[in-house]
């Protein structure tokens, strides 16, 4: 059954999602706790979010999943959306999402806009309210997977498509490493499990956003232009603007996340529900529910070329044979080298494997620039060879860790610089041999 089977509406309706809020809190009060990231702009409203998590498990080896919902006050489906996630998470399916990660979820951004019913936002950056909230909730929880919650009503969905459209927005702005790769593996997952429940989701790039924003209503005709490079976000934002840090310096997107990939190639997503063709009555709590399940869920397991159970984000530079990758032994010490490495992406100039006449032999070059040392990641190495032996730096041997899939073995090697320059390894292994 629905958590809400109407639609709360103006000041009334916000009361009454807040009260629920509440309510949820103390029905759940070992799971869940309320905390208020700020004000509305009018100064009249709190804008709450509700952390979810198994308490008894350290923070630092956990993951941070931040859903936000509802930032433009007219977008209604979010309204109904965010307590139904919440929902979930009090379930007892959702008790390895508790114990492997800690969900903060933001049921209304912008209070204001919601009781005007009304935009009240912004297309073009994102405004000094939001980067206020986004700057204490992201102080707090540096996030490793963020999904932020539209809705399409009758007269605000697409100039191409105003009917019953739900989609789901890989919002990476870079093509970097493997993201889009990466994010189409998922976002493809996502949509599955919501058309096994009967919810027929697409997946929509941000290019595919240029049509709506800067195509013709009238016509239909397309802004083909913008359809060359991933540019939706990127030639609209200005990268002078950041989350408001409280005493950090302190970034933006249509879809409010887009700093967190900025900053720390946080998995991002955004969601379009439909508030115009699916009512609360009818599911409409349940259609968005789903995708941010599926990710969740798929925050608990491991990917088949990662090294450990999580999101997907620690591939920041290279492909999936030889990569930059993460490193770090629980969750919060990956986050925190992922940022450091991340930054550095550009600097590593040189990623070269190379399978000489030796069978049983290989050697990679990984060559760096920057000046940010110590510098502490993974050189991952995808072989088609089940064993490996040895591995030296420099001539130096060194531990190194494997994972298989059904076809390969990834190899996890630690690399430490202590300045710029070339490091050589080498890899020793079994003649490849196909398996039967």
Known sequence: MAIFDHMPMGEEGLTEIYAWIDDY????????EKIVLGRSEDDKWDVPAVIITNRSVAEDKKQNAIVTLARHGQERGARVVGPEILEYLASDDAGETRKKQTIVVVPVVNPE???????????????????KIF?????RFVPDMMIDYHSLGKIDATKYDRGDMEVIIPANTTRWGMDEQIYNHVSGKMVKVCAVAGWPYEIHSLEDLNYYYFGDAKTGRRAHKYMQEKVFLLHIQNFSEHYDFPEKPPQYTNYTNGPAYLKWHTMIFGVETN????SPAEGLGESGLLPCQALLDMGNSRFPWE???GYPTNLVDGDFRISIRATGKTPGERRVNREKIWKERVNFDILKRVMLDNPEETLVDVG??????????????RMRQNTIKTVTVDGR????????????TYVFIPLSLTKAGLSHITVTH?????KD
Request: aromatic share 10%; glycine share 6%; hydrophobic share 35%.
């Open 25 to 32: 809190v103390k029905r759940n009060s070992t799971i869940a």
């Open 113 to 131: 806009g919601v009781v005007l019913d009304k935009f009240h936002s912004s297309l073009h950056g994102i405004t000094d309210h939001e980067k």
């Open 135 to 139: 700057g204490v909730l992201c102080s």
């Open 275 to 278: 508030h115009w063709s699916i």
């Open 307 to 309: 090294h450990y159970s």
């Open 368 to 381: 760096y620039l920057g000046n940010d040392v110590p510098l502490d990641f993974e050189l991952s190495l």
């Open 397 to 408: 041997p060194v531990d190194f860790d494997t994972v298989k899939d059904n076809c390969s």
């Open 430 to 434: 079994e003649p490849f041999r196909r």
